[in-house]
């Protein structure tokens, strides 16, 4: 990335909240965007099986493969 005029920081970091500021032992400085997870959601991201359902259920819905569901079949 090389250098990086100050004015350009907000272009870096576009869509992250949160930097995370790391300094090693020679005092180079690393910026890592942090995305947060809600507490409530984490368990998606930690059951691979779920997630990839999700996954699939959201492509599904951008392709057009969904239906209307009749509560009283169930």
């Known amino acids: 990335m090389g ?3 100050y004015s350009a920081q907000g ?3 576009k869509g992250y909240k949160r930097i995370r500021l ?3 032992e020679r005092g180079d400085v690393l ?3 942090v995305v947060e997870v809600p507490a ?3 368990w998606l991201y930690r ?3 779920a997630y990839d ?3 699939k259920g959201l492509r599904d ?3 057009g493969k969904i239906r209307k569901l009749d509560l009283d079949e169930l």
């Open 53 to 55: 359902s999700v996954q």
């Open 47 to 49: 059951n691979q099986e």
């Open 3 to 5: 250098l990086v005029p």
């Open 40 to 42: 409530y959601e984490l």
């Open 61 to 63: 819905a951008s392709a």
């Open 22 to 24: 790391l300094k090693n």
């Open 11 to 13: 272009e870096l970091f």
């Open 31 to 33: 910026l890592q965007p």
